[in-house]
């Protein structure tokens, strides 16, 4: 059964020996199609040349992700608008709030974050959301212009219950879940025990936080066999049956791939 890897960062610098190997890695193991997020403007040409290579595995989304939110950020959203135009990108993100690292620029990323989420809402696209340390100014943000033309994914998802409740209310959004579930004191495997299958979908976020048991090595797609297998461990199903929901759960939100 395939399986979709919904956050995965092929193009970035780590896989610049052996993409093609990771691609075909990740194919072998089922994971056939896998989207895309962009970080800033930097990386868009080798995003392309990758959806371009690739165009049956590899599908795209363009956003400037909160760490790389700065004071010029605007000329950034204006490429983010411009690539949209072309209409190659199933999504705008990777967008978002990170308080974690540096709150110097916190309210600039709330503002750009804002920006996209309407950007998104104009070109009737789903966003991929990362949020660190900041759900509350993310759900300030989501609060104030969620509507029904509003989907997208809460990206790597570490919150409570609580808060996969809140983000399960706005109603047109699911949760992405990767290989922090497998992490032995990450807690996420009971949180996720409490929420439906129907509101999780699988990524890598690779090359970054791979799951046990390759944690503190390179991240791959072909690791998300892993955090299903986790998933199946947790919700007593076949693993085909979580290939089958969570591929369904992103097609819901990014269209059929």
């Known amino acids: 059964m395939d399986i979709i890897d919904t956050h995965t960062h092929l193009y970035v610098n780590e896989f610049d020996e052996d993409r093609n190997e990771v691609i075909r890695r990740a194919k072998e193991n089922g994971v056939t199609k896998m989207i895309l997020p962009g970080i800033n403007s930097g990386y868009i040409s080798a995003q392309l040349q990758l959806a371009e ?8 989304a363009v956003g400037l992700h ?16 411009k690539e949209l135009q072309t209409g190659k990108y199933i999504a705008v993100g990777e967008i978002g709030v990170d308080l974690y690292w540096d709150k110097k620029f916190a309210e600039h990323q709330k503002n750009a974050f804002e920006k996209q989420v309407i950007l998104a809402k104009k070109y009737s696209l789903p966003i991929i959301i990362h949020v660190r340390e900041a759900f509350e100014e993310v759900f300030e943000v989501i609060d104030r212009q969620n509507d029904t033309n509003l989907t997208g994914i809460f990206h790597s998802f570490t919150g409570t219950k609580k808060q996969a409740d809140k983000i399960i209310s706005y ?6 879940i990767n290989g922090i579930v497998t992490f032995k004191n990450s807690g996420l495997d009971k949180v996720v025990k409490e929420i439906d299958l129907k509101y999780l979908v699988l990524e890598t976020d690779s090359p970054y936080l791979s799951p046990v048991p390759r944690r503190g090595k390179r991240n791959e797609s072909s690791h998300l ?18 290939a089958e929901l969570t591929n369904d759960n992103a097609e819901e939100i990014f269209g059929h791939l």
């Open 53 to 60: 290579k690739y165009p049956e595995n590899c599908f795209l």
């Open 66 to 81: 909160p760490s790389e939110v700065k004071e010029d950020f605007e000329n950034e959203l204006k490429i983010v608008e």
């Open 171 to 176: 109603g047109g959004f699911k949760i992405g």
């Open 225 to 242: 066999i892993y955090i299903a297998e986790k998933i199946l461990e947790i919700k007593k199903i076949s693993f085909e049956k979580i």
